[in-house]
């Protein structure tokens, strides 16, 4: 069995496997990577449990100190490892400005990425956990899951109620699935803990989509119009780049419920309407 290590560097954390010199995930930049090398030593693999920035933008310094280190992910997450100018367009919703080509959402390019399969590892419990990412993956281990972004430590959702999540509905799917099957968690950003860690992150998805059903629910206005009174509502924006990862969130808790027929959008006048059907 993998014996799995945590590493925790300020609010973030880390797994790592001494035998197999295996570490999930790098974290952002060179000074973090020093700092995971002096707690570790060696490295012979880096899994990326999925591709955002934040997780894998050390990889450059990563291989340029360990040359020979492997770099390993999910296909669903290969797409913006292998062009990272994804990550930003997404959030802007096309070619993206100057403002957001920051090391918080512009990864490097040209990564040597190879597929992480999980059956080579049968004694490893790979655990899938897609909504924050397409292809999000965690590790279960003497009772507890490491959930890389899937969950958020409570003082994460203190300081960042509105969750960013690719596709809502399925990563509150993921929360319902894991409240059967474990009891104590690992999250990548914050603090440990138990089931209470499943109903705060759920509370703060469904604070989202209550707020766009309320001002919906107040009359037809733009989609535009709603996102932003939104945004207001749950997490006024303070930075260029945090209002287009929360109006980039947003737009998804729409979406999700428009599929849901909750929500429908009409276009009329040049511009997208949300209504209550």
Same mark, same amino acid.
């Given at each position: 069995?993998?014996?799995?290590?945590?590493?925790?560097?300020?609010?973030?954390?880390?797994?790592?496997?001494?035998?197999?010199?295996?570490?999930?995930?790098?974290?952002?930049?060179?000074?973090?990577?020093?700092?995971?090398?002096?707690?570790?030593?060696?490295?012979?693999?880096?899994?990326?449990?999925? *591709? !955002?920035?934040?997780?894998? &933008?050390?990889?450059?310094?990563?291989?340029?100190? =360990?040359?020979?280190? #492997?770099? $390993?992910?999910?296909?669903?997450?290969?797409?913006?490892?292998?062009?990272?100018?994804?990550?930003?367009?997404?959030?802007?919703?096309?070619?993206?400005?100057?403002?957001?080509?920051?090391?918080?959402?512009?990864?490097?390019?040209?990564?040597?990425?190879?597929?992480?399969?999980f059956e080579s590892y049968p004694h490893i419990d790979f655990v899938p956990?897609?909504?924050?990412?397409?292809?999000?993956?965690?590790?279960?281990?003497?009772?507890?899951?490491?959930?890389?972004?899937?969950?958020?430590?409570?003082?994460?959702?203190?300081?960042?109620?509105?969750?960013?999540?690719?596709?809502?509905?399925?990563a509150l799917e993921t929360l319902k699935t894991l409240e059967k099957h474990?009891?104590?968690?690992?999250? *990548? !950003?914050?603090?440990?803990? &138990?089931?209470?860690?499943?109903?705060?992150?759920? =509370?703060?998805?469904? #604070?989202? $989509?209550?707020?766009?059903?309320?001002?919906a629910g107040e009359g037809t206005v733009t989609l535009d119009g709603l996102?932003?009174?939104?945004?207001?509502?749950?997490?006024?924006?303070?930075?260029?780049?945090?209002?287009?990862?929360?109006?980039?969130?947003?737009?998804?808790?729409?979406?999700?419920?428009?599929?849901?027929?909750?929500?429908?959008?009409?276009?009329?006048?040049?511009?997208?309407?949300?209504?209550?059907?």
């Amino acid at each position: 069995m993998t014996a799995w290590h945590v590493i925790v560097i300020g609010a973030q954390n880390f797994l790592y496997d001494k035998e197999l010199k295996i570490l999930v995930d790098c974290g952002i930049g060179k000074d973090l990577v020093k700092t995971l090398l002096r707690e570790i030593g060696a490295v012979g693999a880096c899994w990326m449990t999925h *591709a !955002h920035t934040d997780h894998y &933008g050390g990889l450059k310094y990563l291989l340029k100190s =360990s040359p020979a280190v #492997r770099i $390993f992910a999910p296909p669903g997450e290969f797409p913006f490892l292998i062009n990272p100018d994804l990550e930003p367009a997404l959030l802007y919703g096309g070619y993206f400005p100057k403002a957001l080509a920051t090391r918080w959402l512009l990864g490097p390019s040209d990564l040597p990425v190879q597929e992480l399969a999980f059956e080579s590892y049968p004694h490893i419990d790979f655990v899938p956990l897609q909504g924050h990412s397409p292809a999000l993956f965690g590790i279960a281990w003497d009772g507890m899951l490491f959930t890389s972004d899937a969950l958020f430590g409570q003082e994460i959702l203190v300081k960042y109620p509105l969750l960013y999540h690719y596709n809502p509905l399925q990563a509150l799917e993921t929360l319902k699935t894991l409240e059967k099957h474990y009891e104590r968690f690992l999250p *990548a !950003h914050g603090s440990a803990g &138990g089931r209470e860690l499943l109903a705060g992150n759920r =509370s703060c998805i469904e #604070r989202a $989509f209550n707020a766009c059903l309320e001002i919906a629910g107040e009359g037809t206005v733009t989609l535009d119009g709603l996102i932003q009174s939104a945004m207001e509502r749950l997490a006024p924006a303070k930075t260029i780049e945090t209002y287009f990862l929360s109006r980039s969130a947003l737009a998804g808790y729409v979406s999700a419920l428009e599929r849901e027929k909750q929500l429908t959008l009409v276009l009329e006048s040049g511009q997208v309407l949300v209504q209550i059907p």
